[in-house]
């Protein structure tokens, strides 16, 4: 059982660098295949990145690679999504998510067992 914490979050005007943060509980964070998504207003849940639980294996929506950055620091149970040149259409709710070990399917909301709270990211024009 795991707790996840997004932070981060915030008005950004476009073209602006942005860090979220996932805070887990717990000791074995390390166990743990995390996952991000993001939900803009009226539209699907939809995947933006994951990473492994030694952070060996990456995974990005095809839209959002070249721009964002994932990466972990098991030693602070947390995981980074660093967002560069952000765009209006990156307005959105942003969640953190994780599982026990890697998944085939990483992209698939429904693999994941725990979520956080989600992060508001507002890009301006």
């Known amino acids: 059982q795991v707790q996840l914490v997004e932070s981060g979050g915030g008005p950004v005007q476009a073209g602006d660098p942005l860090r979220l943060s996932c805070a887990a509980s717990g000791r074995t964070f390390s166990r743990y295949a995390m996952g991000w998504f993001r939900q803009a207003p009226g539209k699907e849940r939809e995947f933006v990145s994951a990473i492994s639980s030694s952070g060996g294996t990456i995974s990005y929506s095809d839209s959002m690679k070249g721009r964002f950055t994932i990466s972990r620091d098991n030693a602070k149970n947390t995981v980074y999504l660093q967002m560069n040149s952000l765009r209006p259409e990156d307005t959105a709710v942003y969640y953190c998510?994780?599982?026990?070990?890697?998944?085939?399917?990483?992209?698939?909301?429904?693999?994941?067992?725990?979520w956080g709270q989600g992060t508001q990211v507002t890009v301006s024009s």
């Open positions: 998510a994780a599982r026990t070990g890697w998944s085939p399917y990483p992209s698939r909301s429904s693999v994941y067992d725990y």
